[in-house]
């Protein structure tokens, strides 16, 4: 039992088996605590104690996780044809002096800034790649040499 500062004696009390149940298959279904906490009317402590009790569910939450980041991938591979085509649509659009000249300073910035984001986010994982690369190189000729 817990006494608050008004007086007021709140018990402690276990949810539901079916209602635990529910909160441990949502959450395998990717559902964020704090919408499982609103859906089933209980605090964001009580879902975390549930989950918490069930640690099975961090793995299959883990798992559909990394299911639906491959299953993105592999649609995108499958569209890589369309989404270049897009892309290059879109720089063309970006390098007409005609469009320049009709947007506003502020969407210029914000084009150049998301371009340059990724631009140098994918020139970053190149790099590292390429050191990657290269120590397993030196790696394999040390190994060669020995």
């Known amino acids: 039992m817990s006494r608050t500062m008004d007086g007021v004696v709140y018990v ?8 635990e149940k529910g909160i441990i298959a949502d959450r395998a279904d990717g559902q964020s605590i704090r919408s499982l906490a609103s859906k089933y009317g209980v605090s964001t402590t009580t879902v975390q104690r549930v989950l918490k009790r069930n640690p099975e569910v961090t793995q299959k939450v883990t798992q559909k996780k990394e299911q639906n980041t491959a299953d993105i991938l592999a ?21 007409s002096d005609d469009k320049l000249a009709e ?7 914000t084009a150049l800034g998301t371009l340059i984001d990724k631009w140098t986010a994918l020139n970053l994982v190149s790099k590292d790649q390429e050191k990657a690369a290269s120590k397993l190189f030196s790696a394999l000729e040390k ?4």
């Open 12 to 19: 402690a009390t276990r949810l539901p088996d079916k209602q």
């Open 103 to 109: 947007a506003s300073p502020s969407q210029i910035t």
């Open 143 to 146: 190994e060669e040499s020995e």
């Open 75 to 95: 649609y995108m591979g499958s569209k890589s044809d369309l989404v270049c085509e897009i892309i290059g649509k879109g720089l063309d659009v970006l390098a």
